[in-house]
C-alpha cells in the first residue's frame, strides 16, 4: 500500500511484529532481523523518526569563538554549526544559494571530519559568493550585470535549520512543528545538572566513517552491561556488570539511561591503576562521583558521564548498514589546567579505543549474521534491561509515524 508516495506495507509488516519486543524484559524478544538490514525498513525510519527527531550533533564548545563553524553532515544534509559575532550558535545549510555548490569542500579541499575552520565570512569556493556568519548574503561577485547584489542581498541566505541547545549540546530538527527539545528530557535535566556540561572543553575527536552496522544495534550495545564481562573481559573491570541499575523510562522520554557503579572508591573506567589522576567535575554529588552514567539521546547520541570526563558520540547513520561517528571528550577546565593533561588525556583515548575497537567487531559481526535466514528473536537477560526501553522508545515512533502517514 503506497501513503504519501511510500510504500509502508513492508514497515507495518515489521512493525506488527516488533510488537513482541515490548514488555517485562523477561518477556521481551529483540527486534525482527529484517529491522536492522532492511534498506527500505532505513526508509521508513528516516521518514518517521530522524526527519522528525532532535538529533544531537555538536557540543558548543567545538566552537568556542566568533567565526567558528564545524562542517557536519545530518541526514544527507551539509551544515556548518556556526559562532556568530554576536556569540549566539546557529546551524546554517552549507550549499550554496547561488548554483548549490557545498561551502566546504568540492573544490575547496574538505577538512577532517571535526575539524573546525574559522572565517569572518562564510565563502563558496565555486564562484565566492560570501555570507555572514548569521547565513545573510553579503557578495556575489560579478551579479550586477543580471541581478544586482543589493537585490541578491534582500532575497537570498543560506537556510537556518531549528536550533536549540540543551546542556551545551547542539540539537537540530528538520521538523518545523516539532515540540521543544526540553519537553522530552525532564529526566536528563536533573542528571546533567551536576557535570556543567555547558562549560566542559573538548580535549579529544575521534571521528570515523562507513562503520558497517546498524544505529540501532549501536544503541543496544551502549546501553547493556551484558556483554562487558565478556567482550571487554580485563579492560571494564573497574565497573561491573552486576553493579549496573537501570533508570526508569516512560512513554515520551527523549532518553535511555543506566547507571554502573564503580568496583573500587575513586574508580575510573579508564584508568587501570583506580586512581584517578584528573579532577572529578565540580558540582557532582557523592551519587555521582561513585558510577558512570550512561544515555542514549534518541535517536543518533550515546552519552557516557564519568567523574572526570564526559564522551559524547554522535551518530549519522547513512543506510540501513552503515554509519559515521564522532567521539568528543569533554573535561572540566580545572582538569585542562592539570600538569600533563595532555598525556593524561592520550593515556585515557588509548585505553577508551580498546574498548571501543572491541565493541566494533561484535557490531560488524551482528550486522553480518542478522542477515542469516536463521536469525533469532532472542529473548534477554536482565542486564539487558535497556534493550527493552529502547524498544520502547523505537517502535512508538514508528505507530506514530504510521498513523500520520495514513492520515
Known amino acids: 500500500m503506497s501513503l504519501n508516495g511510500f510504500d509502508v506495507s513492508h514497515a507495518r509488516r515489521l512493525v506488527d511484529l516488533a510488537a513482541s519486543c515490548l514488555g517485562p524484559v523477561k518477556d521481551a524478544e529483540i527486534l525482527p532481523a529484517e529491522a536492522y538490514v532492511s534498506e527500505e525498513f532505513w526508509e521508513f ?25 564545524l562542517p557536519l553532515t545530518v541526514l544527507d544534509e551539509p551544515v556548518l554549526v556556526v559562532r556568530g559575532e554576536d556569540g549566539k550558535v546557529r ?5 550554496c544559494q547561488h548554483r548549490g555548490h557545498p561551502m566546504v569542500g568540492g573544490v575547496m579541499d574538505e577538512p577532517a571530519p571535526g575539524v573546525c575552520l574559522n572565517a569572518q565570512r562564510l565563502v563558496c569556493p565555486y564562484h565566492n559568493w560570501s555570507y555572514a556568519l548569521d ?3 553579503v557578495g556575489a561577485p560579478s551579479m550586477n550585470e543580471t541581478t544586482p547584489v543589493q537585490t541578491l542581498r534582500g532575497n537570498i541566505r543560506l ?30 535535566d536533573r542528571e546533567f545538572a551536576g557535570y556543567g556540561l555547558e562549560t566542559l572543553i ?12 546498524n544505529w540501532k544495534l549501536h544503541h543496544e550495545n551502549a546501553l547493556e552491561p551484558y556483554h562487558t564481562d565478556y567482550v571487554h573481559k580485563g579492560y571494564h573491570n573497574a565497573v561491573p556488570a552486576e553493579l549496573t541499575q537501570f533508570c526508569d523510562f516512560d512513554i515520551g522520554d527523549g532518553q535511555v539511561m543506566r547507571t554502573t557503579g564503580f568496583a573500587k572508591a575513586d574508580g575510573d573506567l579508564f584508568e587501570e591503576s583506580g586512581s584517578r589522576r584528573l579532577p572529578d567535575i565540580s558540582g557532582l554529588t557523592n551519587e555521582q ?21 564526559v564522551t559524547i558520540t554522535f551518530l549519522n547513520p547513512h543506510s540501513a548498514g552503515r554509519l559515521d561517528s564522532r567521539r568528543v571528550n569533554l573535561y572540566s577546565p580545572q582538569a585542562a589546567r592539570t600538569p600533563e593533561f595532555d598525556r593524561i588525556r592520550a593515556e585515557q583515548f588509548e585505553q577508551m579505543k580498546v574498548i571501543i575497537m572491541q565493541d566494533q ?47
Open 91 to 95: 546551524v546554517l545549510s552549507a550549499i
Open 45 to 69: 525510519e528516516k521518514k518517521v523518526i530522524f526527519s522528525r527527531e532532535w538529533l544531537c550533533i555538536a557540543h558548543v564548545n567545538e566552537i568556542p569563538n566568533a567565526g567558528d563553524h
Open 159 to 188: 537556510p537556518e535549520i531549528r536550533t536549540e541547545i540543551f546542556h551545551g549540546l547542539v540539537f537540530v530538527n528538520l521538523d518545523q512543528d516539532a515540540p521543544p527539545i526540553a519537553k522530552s528530557l525532564g529526566k536528563l
Open 289 to 309: 562521583r561513585g558510577r558512570v552514567l550512561f544515555v542514549s539521546l534518541m535517536p543518533n547520541t550515546v552519552a557516557v558521564l564519568q567523574p572526570s570526563f
Open 361 to 407: 567487531v561484535t557490531q560488524a559481526a551482528l550486522q553480518k549474521a542478522y542477515q542469516s535466514r536463521y536469525a533469532p528473536r532472542g529473548h534477554l537477560s536482565h542486564l539487558e534491561t535497556a534493550i527493552t526501553q529502547l524498544n520502547q522508545w523505537i517502535v512508538d515512533k514508528y505507530r506514530r509515524g504510521l498513523g500520520e502517514l495514513a492520515a
Open 202 to 213: 573538548p580535549g579529544h575527536v575521534f571521528a570515523q566513517r562507513d562503520l558497517k552496522w
Open 135 to 137: 547565513g545573510r548574503l
